[in-house]
């Protein structure tokens, strides 16, 4: 098997500039007048920009002139671009960011040119560029329509995720994301992904083998987003990688049983890379996870003992238990932290309920430590809910309800609750004696359980009636909570 690897750090987004020179953080000044004739410059403007149509048209034939070079040569060598095209090159790109710029270069035919030129280009960084120039082409509603009706250019974006430069596919992820995300042709992208078999493939081999954070992260807000507008792609996709191609039984042999990409496990992967680097990407990821988890072809595959279900159980209890919601941080750490925790926690309550792993989910030594976790998330809530480390609102201000806080909760109740009647009374014990079951953290979650989920909380007064009865006597207390055994 080939070497794709797609470790190089070198990319960043939306930057058109090379990598010894400084990146450009606003539209290029206009280029110089070629012509002279201030009576024209009116004419050769476009739009209302004082960019030059002269200029670009010489620009574009230079590109052209370029490629045409590079295919005169050595067929297999790699070629470099010569700096002083690279520069006007990525004045281009960054002109496109202007709407009038993007609308002419549209008239231009530009995509038809830029195509021609990816389809025959030997260099990266030429690519690289001419995918750029067209994912800012694609950021307004009119260009991107007429872009993506150019069916060829479809289909050669998307087999530019099988490349092997990082920032080629930063770009290219990034101009499939961007049209992707547009009402008025999401459709059209869609069909093209399902009828076009190599992007699962070539995707799930991006998030297993790059270390390029920021392509990491694009190409999980491309996968979330094609899962949240397609449940049928995300059901095709996870099938396609629980089940083995006549193609890998016939290539089993030489690859000597070589494991198959899954989508499942390629997510969990990405998601180890970015944990530490990039919590707005871990978050992306833990979305597209918890979205598998709402099919039943998803259930299925991460319900196999010793898979990656049980894998992806550990990951997220360590998320849980050592990087979120922690004893020595505030309680409106909440607000900060919610979008991992609500995702990591929808995704660990479906782990829990495969009974198939429950067993392993204990003795992993995770669960009491989860369940600490989440007692500590419902305390935390508690105090800021109360007034405590929340600053005061100001006279007359409207309290804005944040959905996604209210589901973190629900989503932390639910689980807590269907833990807690599974709990013996060493479990209790256990919970007590390491310090996760406190008068406060006890008091906070049986008050966000009541009323919904008196059997759990009727279960746990049981418990630690024996367990710890002062505890179980200020708990029945504070609310009326029957001894009887649920």
């Not at 070497?3 to 939306?14: C, F, G, L, P, T």
């Not at 040119?113 to 307004?140: D, H, M, Q, W, Y």
């Not at 003795?363 to 989860?370: I, K, R």
């Not at 989503?411 to 269907?418: A, C, I």
Request: proline share 5%.
């Amino acid at each position: 098997m080939e070497d794709h690897s797609v470790d190089d750090d070198n990319s960043s987004i939306r930057s058109s500039s090379p990598a010894n020179s400084p990146v450009m953080d606003r539209n290029p000044s206009p280029p110089p007048d070629r012509e002279g004739e201030q009576g024209g410059e009116e004419v050769d403007a476009i739009g209302e920009t004082v960019y030059s149509k002269h200029w670009l048209f010489s620009t574009f034939t230079r590109l052209i002139q370029i490629v045409s070079e590079q295919n005169m040569g050595d067929s297999d060598a790699q070629m470099q671009l010569p700096e002083e095209d690279e520069d006007e090159l990525c004045k281009i790109w960054d002109m496109a960011m202007d709407k009038d710029v993007a609308g002419f270069l549209q008239e231009f035919k530009a995509a038809d040119i830029l195509l021609g030129v990816i389809t025959k280009s030997r260099c990266p960084r030429l690519t690289e560029i001419c995918v750029g120039i067209l994912g800012n082409i694609a950021c307004f509603p009119d260009t991107c329509l007429t872009l993506s009706q150019n069916n060829d250019l479809g289909v050669v974006l998307l087999l530019l995720l099988g490349d092997t430069d990082p920032p080629t596919l930063l770009e290219t992820s990034r101009l499939l994301l961007t049209c992707v995300s547009q009402s008025d042709v999401s459709s059209l992208w869609l069909e093209r992904v399902r009828q076009q078999t190599s992007v699962c493939s070539s995707l799930c081999f991006i998030m297993c083998s790059s270390t390029n954070m920021d392509l990491l992260v694009k190409v999980g807000e491309l996968v979330d987003k094609l899962f949240d507008l397609d449940e049928e792609l995300m059901k095709s996709w996870v099938t396609a990688g629980s089940q083995p191609s006549d193609e890998d039984e016939e290539e089993e042999e030489e690859e000597e049983g070589e494991r198959r990409l899954d989508v499942a496990s390629s997510l969990l992967e990405a998601a180890k890379q970015l944990r530490s680097e990039s919590p707005e990407g871990l978050e992306v990821y833990l979305h597209a996870l918890q979205l598998l988890t709402t099919i039943h072809h998803g259930i299925q595959t991460l319900a196999v003992a010793g898979g990656t279900g049980q894998a992806l159980w550990t990951f997220l209890c360590e998320v849980v238990c050592e990087d979120l919601c922690q004893p020595d941080d505030p309680p409106f750490v909440l607000q900060e932290q919610k979008g991992l925790l609500v995702h990591a926690l929808a995704v660990l309550s479906v782990l829990y309920a495969c009974q198939d792993q429950e067993a392993e989910h204990s003795e992993a030594d995770t669960l009491l430590p989860l369940v600490g976790s989440m007692l500590r998330v419902l305390q935390y809530h508690r105090e800021v809910s109360s007034g405590h480390g929340q600053k005061e609102k100001k006279d007359g201000q409207e309290e804005k309800v944040d959905e996604q806080l209210q589901a973190l909760i629900q989503t932390t109740v639910e689980f807590l609750s269907d833990i807690i009647t599974d709990l013996t009374k060493d479990a209790v014990c256990e919970l007590v004696t390491k310090g996760y079951l406190t008068e406060e953290t006890c008091l906070s979650a049986v008050g966000s359980m009541l009323p919904q989920f008196s059997p759990a909380v009727q279960h746990l007064v049981f418990m630690l009636s024996e367990a710890d009865p002062q505890l179980a006597d200020t708990v029945r207390k504070e609310f009326p909570v029957s001894l009887s055994p649920s």
